[in-house]
């Protein structure tokens, strides 16, 4: 069975300041993909980054950054002198290869403030 | 391109109505689409799969008679809340997949129906 843990609930940080959402993932898959999304208050679902399993390259999008490891299992996610407009809450997700639907952490709600 | 629709983008309705959600794949044909439902301040929760032609899978849990969902079309699927409640109230999306090779994934999300009973 597939899971995804995102142990911060909830992470608050002044405006400038790096931080880092954390991603862990179960599967018995050796091909999946794995995704991060934003949800800011509208509800509607941004996306970030789509990576397969098979690409563990650590990739850069301006102020965002994304470290696959597959030794932890982990995908985690840092934000880069962090802005007001990135006051949202993340979703790290999993699907596994074939006609399956995505399975979602939590959720990581992270306020940046002024 | 790969745009999904919904509508309404929300809706109140009283008690013991029902409601019908569309979702539209707008630029590209969606084999497969997808129904989740969200509470406030919790994750996405898969309630169906539909694929087109052919009845809906439900998640354990998710009554079928509940929420009647219809995938007509390579375009267009539809969520009916039949007879609903207040704690049917949530923020329902939809997500369509586009057909490909096995390997690839492409998945994309609408933007989202908030339903409120009352």
């Known amino acids: 069975a597939q899971k995804v843990t995102q142990a911060q609930t909830e992470i608050s940080v002044v405006e400038k300041e790096d931080v880092t959402l954390d991603c862990v993932y179960e599967?018995?898959?050796?091909?999946?993909?794995l995704f991060w999304y934003k949800q800011p208050p509208s509800g509607e679902l941004v996306f970030l980054i789509r990576r397969n399993s098979f690409d563990e390259q650590n990739e850069i999008s301006g102020r965002y950054s994304w470290n696959f490891q597959k030794s932890t299992s982990s995908f985690n996610f840092t934000i880069t002198a962090s802005q007001v407009v990135d006051s949202a809450v993340y979703f790290c997700a999993l699907s596994e290869v074939g006609n399956t639907p995505l399975v979602f952490g939590k959720g990581t709600r992270l306020s940046v403030i002024a | 391109g790969a745009v999904v629709s919904q509508h309404p983008s929300w809706v109140i309705c009283k008690s013991g109505t029902s409601v019908k959600i569309e979702c539209r794949s707008l630029?590209?044909?969606?084999?497969?689409m997808f129904w989740y439902r969200q509470f406030p301040k919790q994750s996405l929760m898969l309630m169906a799969t539909s694929n087109e032609g052919s009845k809906a899978t439900y998640e354990q849990g998710v009554e079928k008679d509940k929420f009647l969902i219809n995938h007509a079309s390579l375009t267009l699927s539809t969520l009916t809340v039949t007879s609903a409640h207040p704690e049917d109230s949530s923020f329902y999306i939809c997500s369509a997949r586009t057909s490909g090779r096995a390997w690839s994934y492409e998945q994309y999300f609408g933007p989202g129906t908030r339903l409120t009973v009352t």
């Open positions: 599967t018995r898959d050796t091909t999946y993909y």
């Open positions: 630029d590209f044909q969606a084999t497969t």
